[in-house]
């Protein structure tokens, strides 16, 4: 396959890991008005395996792509990105969807100069432009979050700037580990790991599942689960800088289940944010041309 189509492949890969990872968190968002972090994190990321183990059945990689060198890699990562799992979901639980999504999308700013520091890759001027665009448009959605009245608002906040600094250094990690290891495992043992993570809160108090609760529980690890695969599929296809702009497009899926699901309408100042990071996406889109490293 050539490089260009390669790129283009993981445009495409990313901006369906976008809507899917958005879906996911409208979920976490439904259910985190019910149930603790910790009860989540385990349902979403056991679920996960179900799409995840069936993936690698589908690409006959199962069980030995589970096989590995290099398991304090995943290890870490699994840590790193259970960590960032937590942040993520408490902000969620604070905060409207597009808002909390708002916040996590520093990540991708944070990603630009650790994807250029520690993977060598080169960042075009379109990019940078292009990126710089979109966190005008994310600021944007910031004075929306702090206009929120309360503490909550306040620990939202501050669980999504630490969503969005650790999530930079995992995809960071997720791209070196994609020249040795597949996707498929990447997701497993991060959804093991992290499914054990919010195991280990169960003595601190779970609640009982209604019918609702468990609803979106099993829509949160699904849609988590391809997810997690398919962005990793992204990552190991076109450089992490290049992809870094079109993680924005989210915000536009986060705003409209806002609206649909949970009847929070958004303001001028969400609109003009929106706008703001479509506009980053289309610049990537339409004038960076295929660069740096694949992958695999």
């Given amino acids: 396959m050539s490089p260009r189509k390669r ?6 890969l990313r901006l369906l890991a976008v809507f899917l990872m958005t879906a996911m968190s409208a979920a976490v968002h439904g259910a985190a008005e019910t149930a603790p972090i910790g009860q989540i994190m385990f349902w979403r990321s056991a679920v996960a395996l179900i799409p995840i183990c069936l993936y690698m059945v589908w690409r006959k990689e199962f069980p030995g792509t589970l096989r590995t060198r290099r398991p304090w890699l995943h290890v870490t990562r699994s840590l790193l990105g259970a960590v960032s799992m937590g942040a993520s979901f408490l902000s969620l639980a604070y905060l409207p969807v597009a808002n909390a999504q708002a916040l996590a999308y520093l990540a991708p700013v944070l990603v630009l100069p650790l994807a250029a520091l520690l993977l060598r890759e080169t960042l075009t001027s379109s990019v940078v432009i292009a990126v710089l ?6 600021l944007f959605l910031l004075w929306d979050a702090f206009a929120v009245p309360g503490e909550g608002a306040i620990i939202g906040v501050l669980a999504g700037l630490a969503y969005a600094f650790t999530m930079a250094f995992v995809r960071v990690h997720t791209k070196t580990m994609t020249l040795t290891e597949s996707s498929s495992s990447i997701a497993f043992y991060f959804a093991i790991v992290s499914a054990l993570v919010g195991l280990g809160t169960l003595p601190l108090g779970w609640i009982p599942l209604d019918g609702r609760l468990f609803g979106w529980l099993m829509i949160a690890g699904l849609l988590g689960g391809v997810g997690h695969i398919v962005s990793n599929e992204a990552v190991a296809r076109a450089p992490v800088g290049a992809l870094a702009p079109f993680e924005f497009t989210g915000l536009i899926w986060a705003l409209g289940f806002d609206l649909l699901i949970f009847s929070t309408v958004p303001g001028g100042v969400g ?7 479509t506009l980053a996406a289309l610049m990537v889109s339409f004038f960076v041309p295929p660069s740096g490293r694949s992958a695999r």
């Fill in 7 to 12: 790129y283009f492949e993981g445009i495409g």
């Fill in 133 to 138: 665009l979109g966190f005008c448009g994310v």
């Fill in 271 to 277: 609109i003009a944010g929106a706008v703001a990071i």
